[in-house]
Every structure is written in C-alpha cells, then in structure tokens.
C-alpha cells in the first residue's frame, strides 16, 4: 500500500464546485514510466516502490489511503468563444499531498474515465498524448520553465477511437494548482459572485499569500497572475514553443505551462508557425502567443470585475507588454552570455530573431553553437558546419560581428560566459520526432526509448552519451508531422 500525507483543501470547498467520483480502471494497467524526481516531491520513496502496487493506487483511488477524488467544474473561453460546459471530462483531482518541507502537492489523474463534465468525450486519454504530456513536462522543467510535471504514466490494453483505435492510458500530473482562468469565469458568467470572491480567497490564501498583506488584495493577486504569466510566455518565445491550445481553461493562475496537447519546439525559427492542424486561422501561431496571454488576463481581468474596479484592472493590463518585454530580454541576454544590461540590446536581440526568420535558422542550435566555442564568437566556417549549412548568410555574419563587438565589453572572462551560456542553452530540446519516435515504439510494447529519452529532457545542458543523433538535425519526415487537438 502507498502512504501519502494527504489534506484535501479543495475537497473542503462547497459541494457545487465539483463532483466527487472515483476513477474507472483501464483494463490490463501497467506502469510505462516512473519519475522519481517527482516522487519526491510528495515524499514516496522512488527505492521502495513496488510497480504494480503504484498503478493499482493511483488508478483506482480506493487503494490509496487519504485520497478524495473530484472532478472540477470550470468554464472558459476556446479558441475567442467563452464555453460554459467545461469541467474535468476525463481527469480526477485525487487529492493534496503536504510533504515534510510543508509544500502542497496537487495529484491529478488524466484519463480517470466519464465525469458529469464529459459531454461526448470517452474520459479517456490515449498513449500517443498521454507519452507527449509526460515528456513536455520533463523538457520544461529541463529548461527551467515553470510546468507541470508527472509522477508516472500508466499503459493499458483497453483501446478507443481518435486517430483509428488507439491505447488508453493514465498520467498522473502533479502541480501545486489546478485552477485555471476558467474557473473564475465560470462563477463569473454564472452570476455566482459570493463563490467567485470565495475562490479569490482560497487562491490567494493557497498561491499568492503574500497579496493578504496588500491594501487591495484581489488587485495584488491579479498582479502576481500577470506578472507570472508575462515571465512564462516570454520563456516559451525565447525557446520556440508553440502551446498550441492557449483557451483560458488550458491557464493556470500559477503561470505554468499547463495541459500540454499539440505542442512543438520549432525545428527552425518561424512566427507563423501553427503547432495545431486544427487551428485553421492561426489563433494561437507562435508570433501571437504573447498577445493571446495578455487576451487571456483580459478574460481574467473580466471575470474579476466584481472584486476590483474596471479601471484599475486596465492599469494592470496596460503593464503586461512591457513586463513580457523585460522577461525575453532578460532570457536572451542571459543565452547571449550577456550580463551588463545595455540598451542597444533588446535591437541585438530584435535583429538576431530577423535573421534566423530569414534563414529558417535553428535560434537554438545557433545559440548552443555559440556556448560551445573557445573564442567570442566563432568564425563563420565553424559555425556553418555546426549549423549543417553550407555558409553563413552575410546578415548572420555581420550580426555575429556586432554580438563580438558587445561580447567584449562584459566583464566575465569567456570561459565563465561559456559555462553560464551553457546552463540555458540547451544542447537538447524535445524534438517532435523524437516524440513521435518513442510514440511509436511504445505502441509496439518497447517504453525503453521512451525512458532513455527522459535524463536528457531533465538535464538537456550536459552532454548524455549515445544519444548525440538528437542534437543534430531533424529528419525529412519530421515536417510532415501533423499535430491535432485529438487526445
Ligand atoms: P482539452 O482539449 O484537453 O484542454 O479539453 C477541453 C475540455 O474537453 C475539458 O473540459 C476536458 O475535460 C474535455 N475533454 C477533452 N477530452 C475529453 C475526453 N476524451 N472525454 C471527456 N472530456 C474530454
Ligand atoms: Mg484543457
């Protein structure tokens, strides 16, 4: 039996907020993939874990002590057109762990099976999203970019419908928070303002205590929101992440990437690029991520109307570009080797990204290729070769002119910048064919690729032997990838 300190706060909230429901076990459960960083993180001894004692726990919650599963209600706008019957359709909030430094962890079942908030959906979650789920949480966290994580995935032998019949499975997510900006909405556009002030408070109690002490506290909350939610988005556009399904219920009010689906990390470096083959417009293309975000605070911003005054939600939301703008220059300067802040940067950077837009460049391999040489900067052979390309295009020459020009007016010596480069400029990221490669093979039955993939997600700086083929080039067939909401 696994022992886990549970305390359910949510579960203490009004019965109206949520159903309570037990998990629907998936036929012939198995353990695929086992985390245990995160194991941790809830005190469960990674050593003493007995597999099938893990699945049985976490797949039917009867066997794990302490736990008070629920679906929860919430709301939200999808793709620019508010949804008032969203709610956990197939996930289960099991409960909140407090481990022995007092942190609180929420677990959350994905794929638990039909919920009063299913609508026409199965309540299931198939292998092939559950892998890509699993494995974005890892390379996030890899990459220092505030995430949700897993504790473990679960295989089975039951199939459903998506792209012709495929796998169930379950992932355990583990996060300190499941509330979404749809969960305010949904009080919000039901009139429930009691119960919306009421979530204002326990989030802020639970997230945000520091905004107790403001003078407007609600104000101070949807501050923290935003300033959480500028940082991420700007993190995502340093490194080409396309999330693909920005809707206000894929939010989370603690700024993590949250509900991973068709995402990518661009192979090249492309604004238009649109991660979801359902988005036929291109709402959530990658040059518009941070606009959507500060769309989403606008929702926000709406829903909390009746706890702050209209305009001093505006002053908040006239904030949000710039505080997006201090964080990308921020990261970049940091994976320029750049310390000393000097205002011809944010142009250095600006047009670094034009040129990689010209050039269909790689800006992570670029900016790796940069950390790795002994010089400031590398002259342009070395660095062709290193991009597989046959010669620099003359704009990227003379733009690596100016980077040396600037490079040396840092006090650092080069080694130290190099090694301080290194540290965010991964030398691995998560390829969609990588994905796609373990994908496959774990619907073959094989999860060893799956699980050699993971230490290079979670340390993508270092070098991890054997696996260099995944620092190079994608291959042809990974352009024709084709990424759907379909989960
Ligand atoms: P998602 O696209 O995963 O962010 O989900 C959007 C909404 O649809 C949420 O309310 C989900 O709970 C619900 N949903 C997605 N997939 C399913 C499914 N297979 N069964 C039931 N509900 C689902
Ligand atoms: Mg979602």
Not at 77 to 106: A, I
Not at 302 to 315: C, G, H, K, V
Request: charged share 25%.
């Amino acid at each position: 039996m696994i022992t886990l300190s549970f305390d359910n706060s949510y579960s203490r909230l009004p019965e109206e907020w949520y159903q309570r429901i037990t998990p629907q076990p998936l036929k012939g459960a198995h353990l695929i993939s086992f985390n245990p960083s995160v194991a941790q993180l809830i005190d469960l001894d990674p050593c003493t874990v007995d597999p099938a004692v893990l699945v049985r726990s976490f797949s039917e919650a009867e066997a794990l002590p302490g736990a008070a599963p629920l679906a929860m209600k919430y709301a939200g706008h999808q793709f620019g057109f508010y949804n008032p019957d969203l709610g956990d359709g197939r996930g289960l909030l099991l409960g909140e762990v407090v481990n022995r430094r007092g942190e609180r962890w929420d677990l959350h079942l994905k794929g638990a099976g039909r919920t009063a908030y299913s609508r026409f959906g199965d309540g299931r979650a198939v292998l092939r999203s559950s892998i890509r789920e699993y494995l974005a949480g890892e390379a996030m966290a890899g990459l220092g970019i505030p995430t949700t994580r897993a504790l473990c995935l679960i295989g089975s032998e039951q199939y459903t419908q998506r792209n012709g019949m495929e796998p169930c499975a379950m992932l355990v997510r583990v996060t300190p928070c499941h509330i979404r900006f749809g969960h305010f909405e949904y009080f919000y556009y039901t009139r429930q303002h009691d119960e919306l002030k009421r979530l204002a408070d326990y989030a802020i109690e639970r997230y945000y205590p520091a905004c107790q002490e403001a003078e407007q506290p609600y104000l101070a909350f949807f501050n923290a929101v935003l300033e959480k939610s500028a940082e991420l988005v700007a993190l995502w556009q340093c490194y080409g992440f396309v999330h693909g399904v920005l809707n206000t219920d894929n939010m989370s009010i603690l700024g993590e990437t949250f509900d991973y689906g068709p995402y990518t990390f661009m192979d090249w470096y492309e604004p238009d690029h649109v991660a979801n083959k359902n988005d036929d417009e291109g709402r959530y293309a990658f040059s518009r991520q941070p606009e959507i975000v500060l769309w989403n605070m606008t929702a926000l911003a709406q829903s909390l109307l009746p706890l702050i005054e209209r305009a001093a939600l505006e002053r908040a939301l006239l904030r949000f570009n710039k505080r997006y703008r201090y964080y990308q220059l921020k990261r970049m300067r940091a994976r320029l080797g750049l310390q000393a802040e000097r205002e011809e940067d944010a142009v250095l950077v600006a047009d670094l990204l034009a040129v990689a837009v010209e050039h269909r460049l790689d800006l992570n391999r670029l900016l790796r290729a940069l950390s790795d040489y002994q010089d400031i900067a590398p002259d342009g052979c070395e660095l062709a070769s290193r991009l597989e390309i046959c010669a620099l295009p003359p704009t990227l020459s003379s733009w690596l002119e100016r980077y040396r020009v600037r490079a040396q007016q840092e006090v650092a010596s080069a080694p130290i910048r190099r090694q301080q480069m290194r540290a965010v400029n991964p030398r691995y990221l998560l390829r969609n064919y990588m994905a796609e490669e373990v994908i496959r093979e774990a619907h073959g039955g094989n999860y060893e690729p799956l699980n050699a993939l993971l230490p290079l997600l979670r340390k993508p700086s270092e070098e991890h032997a054997g696996m260099e083929r995944y620092a190079g080039t994608p291959p042809d067939w990974a352009g024709a990838i084709c990424l759907t909401c379909s989960s």
